[in-house]
């Protein structure tokens, strides 16, 4: 793209610090201002076009390419992703509307997420069906000309904001457990649908437990054919784990630490500051596998060991990335605003990678799925 993408990034960088705090640390924190300016940002890059730019026109995009939004992705992770929420609804949930819903379906939902207005969580995993999704026991039973959802879901995260979920639960025991489920969209407002969070070291709003007593839901609720939820799951997984750009935080950080220590940067050992240059190789390389999955999901061929392989490679730069971080900042000065202002951003980044290994899929069943991948491939 050259120069349209660096124009891109110009603009979205002007946007950031034009709408949002100095101080601002993602939308998930213990101040709710946080959220409130997350949300007036989607709809600030929405009416310029920007939340949704790669998608049709028709569903309230720009017909933008792959790459103009691979843009948007990666800045947005730089500056502690100010969509919040939203990149659930943009990265998959309305790709995949667009996929395997009804017409009725994409005119009542789409609108909603091209202009920033509403948040979705992800009913999947429960607690004994987390990485071994297929197992899961939420089911989903025939009453009339409706269903009735009854189960539990785990590790929600945004739940206590959604207004929208995309819920997975079992409609037919017969056959593999693969078969027999059904993806259900189903209102948060609905009485039969109980929230808890779960507190976490990532902060509030992240995890939640999900309760559901008897939901009742009609077969336009229904997402695709009744029992093939699991292909459309593989296809949400295949957007999520390619949708998070973390290697541009992990770069912009890396990138900023010598400017943040001033003059103790020199004072560094040497094998600490190796150990920084590395990771900043290991940013590229991560940047490069990524770029090749959106080229591969751009034609429709992504593979759950495509998008497998690179998880593997961004968690592991997430968590090594953070361990060389926290160990350049125990060298700051802490009286220093600025460094503080690092400081707090480098802690954040260690909480959030602690998570990632389980996060989208535990990292251990990330490499299951790559080798099966691989010996299938030979």
Known sequence: MGEQAGALRGKLRNLVAEHLPADFMGAFTDDPADLAAAQQFCRTLADEGLLCMSWPAEFGGRDA????????????????????????????????????????????????????????????????????????????????????????????????????????????????????????????????????????????????????????????????????????????????????????????????????????????PDELRARWTRMQVHCRRARLLAYRLVELQSKGQVRPGDASGYRIAVTKLDQDSAEVLMEIIAAADAADPAVQRFRDEVEDHWRYSQASTVSSGSIEMQRILLSRALLAAS
């Open 65 to 268: 390419s792959v790459w103009e939004q691979t843009v948007v992705r990666e800045e947005m992770w730089a500056h502690h992703e100010p969509r919040g929420a939203q990149y659930m609804g943009v990265n998959w949930v309305g790709p995949i509307i667009m996929r395997h819903g009804t017409a009725e379906q994409q005119r009542r939902h789409l609108p909603l997420i091209a202009n920033g207005e509403v948040i979705w969580c992800q009913g999947f995993s429960e607690p004994e069906a987390g990485s071994d999704l297929a197992s899961l026991r939420t089911t989903a039973r025939r009453d009339g000309d409706g269903w009735l959802v009854s189960g539990q879901k785990i590790w929600t995260s945004y739940a206590t904001m959604a207004q929208w979920c995309f819920l997975l639960a079992r409609t037919s025991k017969e056959g593999k457990k693969q078969q027999g489920l059904t993806i259900f969209l189903v209102p948060m407002s609905d009485p039969a649908i109980q929230v808890r969070p779960i507190r976490c070291i990532m902060g509030p709003h992240h995890l939640n437990e999900v309760f559901f007593d008897d939901l009742r839901v009609t077969d336009a609720e229904v997402l695709g054919e009744v029992g093939a939820g699991w292909s459309i799951v593989q296809d949400v997984l295949s957007f999520e784990r390619v949708g998070i750009a973390r290697y541009a935080r992990c770069e912009k950080l890396l990138l900023d630490a010598p400017e943040a220590l001033g003059a103790a940067w020199d004072q560094l």
